[in-house]
């Protein structure tokens, strides 16, 4: 099983950019998971998806980021425009089931450096 | 709301010594515990976990049990190896939670020398 993917793994970019963060869950999983990393504010969830929908967008932190799921196998999270303070490392995360202990599995992350 | 508060690293560790790595939580009823892993350069990895209280996780020679009364799920490991350098995160489920709405301690980094 190939796991989680994201991609870019890398990503640096200028203030005022717009930024795409993909990421492709494990096939058969029904539900995914936006994480934020950073030095001051640790390990947050963004948003939860679960069959394609969005159930919980509570930790997206301004209207300038967005992400959406088409379809079960393909999720997008945007953000425009950049700003310094996104820097950060953006993990997916995708389980089988919407369970409150279904594991988690993650991908390794993309770096994001915005300039 | 709920809260993890895990001991600040770095942690230091010779091989074959005894690790733990503190863990207390904050939360209504019973939420479930987790330790997740992080290696160099990759995601997160679940260790263990446990759900209701008094249970103990146990993988690849690393423990926790879920104590109530000191709402506590210290991490320990009898031998550690260099191999088990990584950071460790303690993290919980809130029990009125419908979903694996993960909330996370700070992360503890943990490095064993030869």
């Known amino acids: 099983d190939a796991g989680v993917i994201q991609s870019p793994r890398h990503e640096v970019t200028e203030m005022g950019q717009e930024v795409t963060l993909r990421c492709k869950p494990i096939s058969g999983h029904n539900s995914l998971f936006w994480y934020r990393q950073t030095m001051m504010r640790g390990l947050e969830l963004l948003i939860y998806?679960?069959?394609?929908?969005?159930?919980?967008d509570s930790g997206m932190p301004e209207d300038r980021f967005s992400a959406k799921m088409p379809n079960a196998s393909f999720s997008t999270l945007k953000i425009q425009p950049s700003e310094p303070r996104d820097s950060a490392v953006y993990f997916c995360a995708s389980s089988q089931d919407s369970g409150r202990t279904d594991t988690q599995y993650f991908g390794p992350g993309t770096r994001l450096t915005v300039l | 709301g709920n809260s993890v508060t895990q001991m600040e690293g770095p942690v230091t560790l010779s091989e074959e010594a005894f690790l733990t790595i503190n863990c207390t939580y904050t939360a209504t009823g019973y939420p479930s515990l987790f330790w997740y892993v992080q290696y160099p350069g990759e995601g997160l990895q679940l260790l263990l976990k446990?759900?209701?209280?008094?249970d103990k996780g146990s993988n690849k020679g690393f423990e926790a049990t879920y104590r109530k009364e000191t709402t506590s799920f210290h991490l320990e490991k009898g031998s550690v190896q260099v191999s088990d350098s990584a950071v460790y995160f303690c993290?919980?489920?809130?029990?009125?939670?419908?979903?694996?709405?993960?909330?996370f301690g700070q992360g503890t980094i943990l490095t064993v020398h030869p």
């Open positions: 446990a759900t209701k209280a008094d």
């Open positions: 998806f679960n069959n394609n929908v969005p159930i919980d």
């Open positions: 993290a919980l489920i809130g029990a009125g939670t419908s979903y694996g709405k993960l909330t």
